[in-house]
T-cell receptor, first 110, second 113 residues
Framework: DAKTTQPPSMDCAEGRAANLPCNHS???????VYWYRQIHSQGPQYIIH???NNETNEMASLIITEDRKSSTLILPHATLRDTAVYYC???????????FGQGTRLTINP | NAGVTQTPKFQVLKTGQSMTLQCAQD?????MYWYRQDPGMGLRLIYY???????DKGEVPNGYNVSRLNKREFSLRLESAAPSQTSVYFC????????????FGPGTRLTVL
């Protein structure tokens, strides 16, 4: 699986958009970008995934650059409940094993 | 739907004791997983069950056994607990085998003294 690089921490004001970057310069053609988050003392939660097109669901948007070497997770209107560690994971479909790196600790401030 | 449930939430064992961690899902998912999470280590896959009646070893299976009792339930057993098994254990499920969208339970925090 390709390696990912994320900033260790970020802050965002409540109500604003939170933009979380992820670099994955060694991604291969059949690898997807997945985002999960883990709120303190809870199990990880799936957010969104994509291959090369931008994706949007009820939780977030995922923007993948044309060369696929980086992506950005966007939480459009962050709330205090979005404070969590966010993990960007690159893996093939059917990898079965999720491997979480260090992630980005996002703090939403009132 | 309750999603994925795990019992117990917390457990303290002495070295050598045995116990079973229970996991159940009500989403009619075919595949289930057991992970452990240690500080600074991320998630590591212990065992998984692609479908009812099958189980396979993951990355760190030593010291554990599993049972896929039926489609809903997947238990993890520690036969002789060791301090190195102190961790947070997460159960997860997915609709089908080879699905990277996994749904996690709240975790069991286990301490082995």
């Amino acid at each position: 699986d390709a390696k990912t690089t994320q900033p260790p921490s970020m802050d965002c004001a409540e109500g604003r958009a939170a933009n979380l970057p992820c670099n994955h310069s060694t991604i291969s053609g059949n690898e997807y970008v997945y985002w999960y988050r883990q709120i303190h003392s809870q199990g990880p939660q799936y957010i969104i995934h994509g291959l090369k097109n931008n994706e949007t669901n009820e939780m977030a948007s995922l923007i993948i650059t044309e060369d696929r070497k980086s992506s950005t997770l966007i939480l459009p209107h962050a709330t205090l409940r979005d404070t969590a560690v966010y993990y960007c994971i690159v893996l093939i479909q059917g990898a079965q094993k999720l491997v979480f790196g260090q992630g980005t600790r996002l703090t939403i401030n009132p | 739907n309750a999603g994925v449930t795990q019992t117990p939430k917390f457990q303290v064992l002495k070295t050598g004791q045995s116990m079973t961690l229970q996991c159940a899902q009500d989403m009619n998912h075919n595949s289930m997983y057991w992970y452990r999470q240690d500080p600074g280590m991320g998630l590591r896959l212990i065992y998984y069950s692609a479908s009812e009646g099958t189980t396979d070893k993951g990355e760190v299976p030593n010291g554990y056994n599993v049972s896929r009792l039926n489609k809903r339930e997947f238990s993890l057993r520690l036969e002789s607990a060791a301090p190195s098994q102190t961790s947070v254990y997460f159960c997860a499920s997915s609709i089908r085998d080879w699905d990277n969208e996994q749904f996690f339970g709240p975790g069991t925090r286990l301490t082995v003294l």
